[in-house]
């Protein structure tokens, strides 16, 4: 069984940054949950807030989850 992502699931970095970003916020919603739950794994090795923007920006750029 698929796990439903609530917003406490999603650290409060990569929710601002995809909160500025409409694009990328749309992209990741069209990702599976297991695509999305790949993507938030990877997000918790961030360090910095342009670091953050910057992976999010690969949501639109094409290099999201594989």
Known sequence: MEKN???S??????G????QNTEALKAFGALTVPQQQ???ENA???Q???EM???VRTL???GGTE
């Open 5 to 7: 992502l609530t917003n």
């Open 9 to 14: 699931d999603i650290p409060l970095g990569l």
């Open 16 to 19: 601002m940054a995809l909160a």
């Open 38 to 40: 790949d993507f938030i």
């Open 44 to 46: 918790h090795t961030i």
């Open 48 to 50: 910095s807030g342009a």
């Open 53 to 55: 923007r910057a992976y």
């Open 60 to 62: 639109i750029n094409g």
